[in-house]
C-alpha cells in the first residue's frame, strides 16, 4: 500500500505540472510574450502551491478523506480549465483575473497534495525516508511531464484534450486511494458516486474537445473554419469569409487574400527590383510561400532558400489545393529549397552570400520572436549579404506601434547598414511598414516588371514619404540582452487590442 501511495506521487506531480504549463502555453498563445506569461504562471502558481501546503496544517481530522476529495477537485478544476478558459476569452473582458484565479485555485489545490499524502504515509516510513521517497517521485514526475508535455500533449492532443485527460486521471488517483482505504474513509459510497460522475463529466470533454475547441474559435473569427492544426510551436486557423481566405496564428491576422498581394508586392519588388541580376535568394519566415510567388516573377533567380521554422506550415501550403492556387505552387517550385528551422540558429551557422533577403516573420510580440529582430541577428545578415545585395524586413505598423517600428530601423543602422524605411497602406490591417538595409546608400528603381496589381515607380516613390505622426522618433537598440523592442512593440499595441 505504501508503495502504491508513492506511486501516486508521482502521477499527481505529472499532474501538476502538466496544469501549470497547459495555463503558461495558454496564457502566451492568447496573450501574447511566451516568457512574461509563463513568468507570471509560474510565479502565481508556485505562491498558490505554498499557500496550499501552509493551509495543509489546518487539516487535522479524516486526512485522507480531505485527500480524495482533494483529488477529485483537481480534476475538475484543473480538468475544465483549458476548456473554460478558451471559451471565455472571446466573451470576458475579465480574461486575465479569471486566468489568475484558476491558477490559483489549483496551485492551492496542488499545493495540499504533497502534505497531506506525506501525513498518510508517516507511520509507514522513517522519516528521512520519507521525505526523500515523495520527493524523489515528485521530482522524477515533474521531469516526466517537461518532457510529455511539448512532445506528446501539445502536438497530439492540444491543450483541451489534455487538461482532460489529466483531470481523468487526477479522479482515478482519488478511486485509488478510496479502494486502498475504504475502511478508513468516511462517506465513500458518496465519494466514489462523486467520482464516476467526474469522470464521466471530463471523459465527454475528452471526447468533445475539438468541438469545444472549435466551438471557441468559431467566437473569435468571422467566417468558416476550415482549417485548424494546433503544432508544436502554433495554432495555425484558416478561415473562410465570402471570397477572403485568412490565416491566423495564434489568433492573430498574418494575411488577408482580398489584398496580400499589396504586402508582398510590397515586400519583394522595391529591393528585388533594385538589383540588376539577382541570382541567390533568401527568405526567412514566409512559410506561406506568397512572398515565393512574388521572387520567382524575376527569370534570373536560380535558386531560393526558405528558412521557416514550422514544416506544417509550409507543408500545409504546398499542399492545400486552395492555398497552393493561391501562391501559385510557389514552394513546390525546383528553385526553391525548404528548410524547417529556427531562423536565428540557421543564419548564425550560414556561410553562403545572397542577393536578396527577405525578412518576412511575424511581428515581435515576445522574446522569442525578439530575438529575430536584435542587433545580433542583423549582423549576421549582413554577414550573409552580397557587396550589391538587399535585405528587406517586415517592421510592423508605424502608425500603431511608431517606437517599435523606428527601433527597427535604428537596430539596423547600429550594425553598419543603410537603411530606407517606407510604409504601404493595407485595408485588412492599416499602415504597414518595412526597411530595406543595405552595404551601400539604396536608390528606389524608377521601373518595375509588367503586370503588377499595386507597386508601380509613383506609389514606390510616396511609400518612403513618412507623415509627422509616423515620422522618426528616437529609440534604444534592440539587442539580445534587453530586447527592448518587445517592450515597445507590447506597449503601443495594447492602446489597440485588449
Not at 499532474?15 to 496573450?31: D, F, K, N, P, R
Not at 486526512?63 to 471559451?87: D, H, N, R, W
Not at 513546390?332 to 536565428?344: E, L, M, Q, R, T
Request: charged share 20%; hydrophobic share 50%.
Amino acid at each position: 500500500m505504501a508503495y502504491a501511495l508513492l506511486l501516486s506521487v508521482f502521477i499527481i506531480s505529472t499532474c501538476g505540472l502538466v496544469y501549470e504549463l497547459t495555463a503558461g502555453a495558454l496564457a502566451s498563445y492568447l496573450l501574447g510574450d511566451s516568457v512574461t506569461q509563463f513568468s507570471i504562471i509560474i510565479g502565481v502558481y508556485l505562491s498558490a502551491m505554498g499557500l496550499g501546503s501552509w493551509l495543509s496544517r489546518h487539516i487535522v481530522r479524516n486526512v485522507i478523506t480531505v485527500f480524495i476529495e482533494v483529488e477529485m477537485l483537481i480534476g475538475l478544476v484543473g480538468g475544465c480549465s483549458s476548456a473554460l478558459l478558451f471559451t471565455l476569452f472571446e466573451v470576458s473582458a475579465y480574461f486575465r483575473s479569471i486566468l489568475y484565479l484558476l491558477i490559483s485555485v489549483t496551485g492551492v489545490l496542488v499545493g495540499l497534495e504533497i502534505p497531506l499524502i506525506m501525513r498518510v504515509l508517516k507511520n509507514r516510513f522513517e522519516f528521512k525516508d520519507l521525505v526523500s521517497k515523495v520527493f524523489t517521485f515528485d521530482y522524477i514526475g515533474a521531469l516526466f511531464a517537461s518532457l510529455l508535455f511539448p512532445l506528446i500533449l501539445v502536438p497530439y492532443l492540444g491543450l483541451i484534450r489534455s487538461s482532460f485527460m489529466f483531470g481523468i486521471i487526477n479522479v482515478l488517483v482519488a478511486l485509488w486511494a478510496l479502494r486502498l482505504f475504504k475502511d478508513e474513509v468516511r462517506w465513500a459510497k458518496g465519494l466514489a458516486g462523486t467520482a464516476f460522475f467526474l469522470l464521466a463529466l471530463l471523459a465527454t470533454g475528452f471526447v468533445w474537445s475539438g468541438s469545444i475547441l472549435q466551438f471557441t474559435e468559431t467566437l473569435g473569427y468571422k467566417g468558416d473554419i476550415i482549417y485548424a492544426k494546433t503544432t508544436h510551436y502554433q495554432r495555425m486557423v484558416l478561415v473562410r469569409d465570402a471570397d477572403s481566405l485568412q490565416l491566423f496564428l495564434n489568433g492573430n491576422l498574418q494575411f488577408n487574400s482580398r489584398d496580400e498581394y499589396r504586402y508582398h508586392e510590397a515586400l519583394v519588388h522595391p529591393g528585388l527590383g533594385s538589383i540588376k541580376e539577382p541570382k541567390d535568394v533568401l527568405v526567412l519566415g514566409g512559410g506561406d510561400g506568397l512572398a515565393l510567388r512574388e521572387i520567382l516573377k524575376y527569370g534570373t533567380v536560380r535558386s531560393v532558400t526558405l528558412v521557416d521554422l514550422d514544416p506544417a506550415m509550409t507543408n500545409l501550403f504546398r499542399t492545400h489545393e486552395t492555398l497552393v492556387a493561391l501562391n501559385k505552387g510557389s514552394l513546390n517550385s525546383p528553385k526553391v529549397k525548404i528548410i524547417n528551422a529556427d531562423g536565428f540558429v540557421w543564419i548564425r551557422e550560414n556561410r553562403r552570400l545572397f542577393d536578396f533577403i527577405v525578412v518576412d516573420l511575424p511581428d515581435p510580440s515576445s522574446f522569442s520572436l525578439g530575438k529575430l529582430y536584435t542587433s545580433t541577428f542583423y549582423r549576421f545578415l549582413d554577414r550573409a549579404l552580397a557587396e550589391d545585395g538587399v535585405i528587406v524586413i517586415q517592421s510592423t505598423s508605424p502608425f500603431v506601434a511608431r517606437k517599435a517600428f523606428w527601433c527597427v530601423v535604428n537596430t539596423l543602422r547600429s550594425v553598419g547598414l543603410e537603411t530606407t524605411p517606407y510604409h504601404v497602406y493595407l485595408p485588412s490591417f492599416g499602415e504597414w511598414g518595412y526597411v530595406i538595409a543595405t552595404k551601400r546608400p539604396f536608390v528606389m528603381p524608377d521601373r518595375f516588371m509588367p503586370g503588377l496589381r499595386f507597386i508601380t515607380p509613383e506609389t514606390a516613390k510616396a511609400m518612403t514619404g513618412f507623415p509627422p505622426d509616423m515620422g522618426e522618433v528616437a529609440t534604444e537598440v534592440n539587442r539580445l540582452n534587453n530586447q527592448v523592442l518587445v517592450r515597445y512593440f507590447e506597449e503601443e499595441w495594447a492602446r489597440y487590442v485588449r
